[in-house]
């Protein structure tokens, strides 16, 4: 039997850090933490090894498809497949950030949504049956989608959009506000919003591309951590590690579980609507 590999992308600090944290005490395997900055991947690595657990370093930036496709690389040479991915990594800017709002939603969905559909183009192949993947999104996407016009709402919302569909979404998102029409035409003022909607819809489409594969038991779901104290917003309720107890129980879903499939969760519980 290869050995059992588990990978979390953008885990060198605040939840990503507190998750491999909680699967290198419960994942039956290998844990990559992997970050965009090697220097700070292997001092967060140090500082486990520290409170005696074991991750292994592995360099991605999830914005690179040369770097994705090395890890993709490492992966098939060292273990043969992939048991758990958890997309974690993400950007956000300051609410009070003085960048333009057309940089913001260029490079928020180039990272958070676009970013996280190529890891799982590359990843995907690598998955070995009763695979786990995760998203880690935000309640910030539901709370978007419920203030958009309802033609976008029907779309985000239907059971058959497509993975082309949901692309041209987010392109159609960037273009709007480049021609500084976005809100006219029924979207929010936030690209962190938009591009986490965006994360929550995608796991809907996967599940359903999913459906006809050979592999038995993959459960594919997103997840939102809660108000967790990070570099962004020190004054939030929950520690890094309580915001990792909703993803790492996902992750660990058991053998055949069957759900949560598909679904979007906090709490580690269902968030209808």
Known sequence: MPKAVAVVTGANKGIGFAIVR?????????????????????????DLEKENLHPKFHQLDITSKESIGKLKEFLE????????????????YNVDSTVPFTEQAEVSLA???????????????????????VHVSSRGGTMTL??????????FRSSTLTRTELIALMNQFVSD?????????????????T???????????????????SREDILINCCCPGLVATDMNPKNPKTPDQGAE????????????????????????????
């Open 146 to 155: 419920e203030k958009m016009g309802k033609e976008l709402v029907s779309k």
């Open 22 to 46: 909680a699967l290198c005490k419960d994942f039956d395997g290998d844990v990559y933490l992997t970050a965009r900055d090697e220097g700070r991947g292997q001092q967060a690595v140090q």
């Open 77 to 92: 040479k060292n273990y043969g497949g992939l048991d758990v991915l958890v997309n974690n990594a993400a950007i956000a």
């Open 111 to 133: 990272c958070n949504f676009f970013g996280t559909l190529d890891v799982c183009d590359a990843l995907f192949p690598l998955l070995r049956p009763h695979s786990r993947v």
């Open 195 to 213: 591009s986490k909607l965006g994360v929550i819809a995608l796991t809907a489409v996967q599940v359903r591309a999913m459906a006809g594969d």
């Open 246 to 273: 909703t993803p790492v129980y996902l992750a660990m879903l058991p053998v055949n579980a069957g759900k949560p499939q598909g679904e979007f969760l906090g709490e580690k519980k269902v968030i209808h609507g």
């Open 177 to 193: 506000v480049k021609a500084g029409n976005h809100e006219a035409k029924g979207w929010c003022n936030t690209a962190y919003g």
